[in-house]
């Protein structure tokens, strides 16, 4: 039993080994803007620890996909809290999340947003013209 044991831990050695050069890779394809081929050779990964997360936090954000890569990178920052570059990535999205977040008139939770104000014109647009009346009127 204890040969099957050191098996085991060169195996899972060797395979921490493999995905530190994979994780190294993506990186690099990262850094060159091939989000394609990154993210093939992550999901290539099955070990889903910390790094994992972050690497799959920065495809995300290079995708435009925010919501998605500040709850991965955050996950990675929990996973590894003592990991300043995690920290620092987080801090930078929440950032950038937080200063393009659209807030009418100064208010944190008005509940309305620039999408439901126009919504709100054009329907009421629509309910003027079906009452005879128009709202926006044509030039």
Known sequence: ???????YNAHTSSQYDNDQIKF????QLINAGNLYQAEILLASISTRDAEWYYLNGLILWQKGWYLEARSSVQRAVNMNPGNPEYRDTLI???NAFNTYQYRPMGRVNSGMDFCDCCATLYCA???CECCGGDLI???
């Open 92 to 94: 930078r999205f929440n």
């Open 125 to 127: 647009d629509c309910f």
């Open 24 to 27: 190294q890779q993506i990186r």
């Open 1 to 7: 039993q204890r040969r099957s044991y050191s098996n």
């Open 137 to 139: 009127p044509c030039c």
